[in-house]
């Protein structure tokens, strides 16, 4: 099942004009003949199929994957200790792929499912590694620099090395992949 999901989300990826997606492109193939291991662990978003009435015809199947592999997946909040306060208890994410993940080994990448809730902030910070979020469902306010947009099903926003970045939720929860790429360590992970 989190083959088919991540079947689903390469088929999201290719359609990106992105290095970035790219490379992740690479990486979920080199990756789709490894069965994840590790236990799943129930995912604390609340409600998750919500979801599935904000995708795009383009990420209905990428959601629709999501939720059936979901009960599979090793879920958590964000580390409370890594982040900036006031956001992780309502949000939620899985590493697939990466150092922590369910398929190991990366060589200098993580891959996994990104989840925040209404009427949420995760404030600015940087981190060595650059990010890639696509969104499959939901919106928010991806701010990276002094630039700020709304992103929306099959929107992307690419973050560079150290550039400082922040999302923002109003009356939509958003549902997003991510990709790090670089220095995947939290060593330089500032806010
Ligand atoms: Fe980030």
């Given at each position: 099942m989190i083959s088919c999901f991540?079947?689903?989300v390469r088929t999201v990826l290719a359609t990106i004009d992105e290095p970035?997606?790219?490379?992740?492109?690479?990486?979920?193939?080199?990756?789709?003949?490894?069965?994840?291991?590790?236990?799943?662990?129930p995912c604390p978003f609340p409600d998750l199929e919500r979801?599935?009435?904000?995708?795009?015809?383009?990420?209905?199947?990428?959601?629709?994957?999501?939720?059936?592999a979901a009960p599979e997946m090793p879920w958590r909040r964000p580390d409370p200790a890594v982040v900036p306060p006031g956001w992780a208890h309502r949000a939620a994410t899985v590493e697939v792929i990466g150092p922590d993940g369910a398929i190991p080994p990366a060589t200098n990448e993580r891959f996994g499912i990104f989840l925040l809730d209404t009427e949420c902030n995760y404030p600015d910070h940087w981190h060595d590694a650059e990010?890639?979020?696509?969104?499959?469902?939901?919106?928010?306010?991806?701010?990276?620099?002094?630039?700020?947009?709304?992103?929306?099903?099959?929107?992307?926003?690419?973050?560079?090395?150290?550039?400082h970045?922040?999302?923002?939720?109003?009356?939509?929860?958003?549902?997003?992949?991510?990709g790090w790429s670089g220095d995947t360590s939290y060593d330089n992970y500032r806010f």
């Open positions: 991540l079947h689903e970035m997606a790219r490379e992740f492109v690479g990486l979920l193939d080199r990756a789709a003949d490894i069965t994840p291991a590790g236990d799943p662990t979801a599935a009435g904000m995708a795009s015809a383009a990420t209905q199947p990428s959601i629709d994957a999501l939720l059936a990010e890639l979020y696509v969104v499959l469902a939901g919106s928010g306010d991806w701010t990276v620099g002094e630039a700020t947009r709304t992103l929306r099903s099959g929107d992307h926003s690419r973050t560079p090395s150290q550039a970045h922040a999302i923002r939720t109003s009356d939509q929860p958003v549902f997003t992949v991510y």
